[in-house]
């Protein structure tokens, strides 16, 4: 069988030495199984192999067929916010927390990995969101999640005010700590501390999650991917907001602009070994019971 995989990237940063350990190995398994391997070039500083095979990231995107992100998912929604735009697979080995996201088991890497270099493998296909600031007509900053956007006063908890249309509908007013826009991917981070659904990873889905509503009629609110969000914001508000990105990347927003959010025409191309199951997941994660009968 021809290899799919043949210039395979390494994506991460040094936050520990076990993260860099892991980087190291990989390295010197891939080389020794004849892919030719590139490494993130935030560690040139941390991993003894050889200058030419570090990258920067989009550099990275453009060379390599498989991206292999080492870290938690904090690292995955970073990277994942460039390798979109190229045609890279992503796939990660989890030395973080939760790992929704990264969910090869560092100390059994070998074993799954060399399934998915034999092609064997389950492929999913991630959407973003873009997230533009209008100011008196004209856009001012821009950026992608591939989780959630949130709107937010910033450090200090204040109550803010502002009108949410749906593809240039009005849909409702409110005054909030702010408002969550998550992906399904989102869907189980911050969003799912908000109160807000959790959507399964293929919908075509877009969920609306207020934050401490100053009305017990606020609800959760999930519209299609394809909808155009629009969040006017009172003129009146005091000072000036953030719009954050994975809670990674902040967009200044000030009183009277606008913040548009849809879905991105880029993908993130996930792929998982064979055993891979969205639903363990879920249960393993969030403690859920095993099943009855």
């Keep these: 069988m021809s290899k799919r995989f043949k210039t395979i990237a390494l994506v991460g940063k040094p936050r520990n030495s076990q993260s860099v350990a892991t980087h190291e190995s ?27 095979d570090f990258h920067d990231l989009l550099s990275l995107g453009e060379k390599a067929e498989l991206a ?40 059994d890497y070998q074993t799954l990995l060399s399934s998915v270099l ?27 999640a591939l989780n959630e956007v949130v709107l937010h006063q910033g450090q200090v908890a204040h ?40 959507l399964s990873p293929g919908l075509e889905a877009i969920s609306l999650v207020p934050m401490f509503p100053h009305t017990l009629s606020s609800r959760p609110l999930v519209v299609d991917a394809t909808c155009h969000i629009k969040l006017v914001i009172s003129p009146d508000n005091g000072s000036m907001l953030k719009a ?21 025409p880029s993908f993130l191309k996930l792929i998982h070994p064979k055993n891979y199951s969205y639903y363990k997941t879920l249960r393993t994660k969030l403690d859920w019971s095993n099943k009855l009968l």
């Design 159 to 198: 109550m803010i005010e502002f009108d949410v249309y749906i593809d240039d509908n009005f849909a409702f007013s409110q005054r909030s700590d702010g408002l969550i826009i998550a992906t399904p991917t989102g869907s189980t981070a911050y969003s799912l501390s908000g109160g807000g659904p959790i």
């Design 26 to 52: 990989l390295y010197n398994w891939l080389t020794a199984h004849g892919y030719r391997t590139l490494v993130d070039n935030r560690l040139n500083n941390d991993v003894n192999i050889p200058a030419q």
């Design 68 to 107: 292999i992100v080492i870290g938690g998912d904090g690292n995955m929604l970073g990277a994942a916010r460039v390798l979109s735009h190229f045609n890279i697979f992503v796939i990660g080995v989890n030395r973080g927390k939760l790992g929704f996201l990264t969910d090869i088991d560092p100390d």
């Design 244 to 264: 954050s990105c994975d809670s990674q990347v902040l967009l200044p927003v000030n009183p009277g602009d606008e913040v548009h959010i849809f879905r991105s």
């Design 118 to 144: 034999a092609n064997e493998y389950i492929e999913e296909y991630r959407f973003l969101l873009e997230v533009e600031i209008h100011r008196h007509g004209k856009v001012k900053s821009h950026n992608a």
